[in-house]
């Protein structure tokens, strides 16, 4: 028995093998992709505490206690660390409350065209 269908997954880079209409799925995603890492980038990495917003809330790391601990907000993270002697490198933002919120759109996007391409294979 023999398979007359074109190989879905390119071999040595040579992208011109494959089904159009996978091909055109495939680009599709790479902004998608490229939105979906933008925004994990700016919500779920730790950043300089020179970049900390002076309004809060965002979480502190201390290097000392190796935790994150809440900040409500920039004069705090000033006053505790004038009073101790720990060293505060990094802020990130709080993480999404864990009732479940719904997924950000650029994941719903991302998912909806991945679910497109699993159909057409």
């Known amino acids: 028995m023999t398979n007359d269908k074109p190989p ?5 880079g040579d ?3 494959m089904p159009t209409k996978l091909a055109e799925a495939l680009t599709a995603l790479v902004p998608l992709a490229d939105a979906a890492c933008d925004y994990a ?5 730790a950043f300089p505490i020179a970049t900390a917003p002076k309004e809060g809330p965002f979480l502190v790391w201390i290097d000392a206690e190796q935790e994150w601990v809440y900040c409500s907000c ?15 490198k990094h802020w990130a933002p709080l993480p999404p409350p864990p009732s479940n919120p719904p997924l950000p ?17």
């Open 41 to 45: 980038d700016s919500h779920c990495r």
């Open 74 to 88: 920039l004069s705090e993270l000033e006053h505790f660390q004038a009073f101790g002697n720990n060293t505060y």
């Open 105 to 121: 759109a650029v994941f719903v996007d991302l998912g909806a065209a991945l679910e497109k391409i699993k159909g057409a294979g």
């Open 8 to 12: 879905v997954a390119p071999k040595e």
């Open 15 to 17: 992208y011109t093998i």
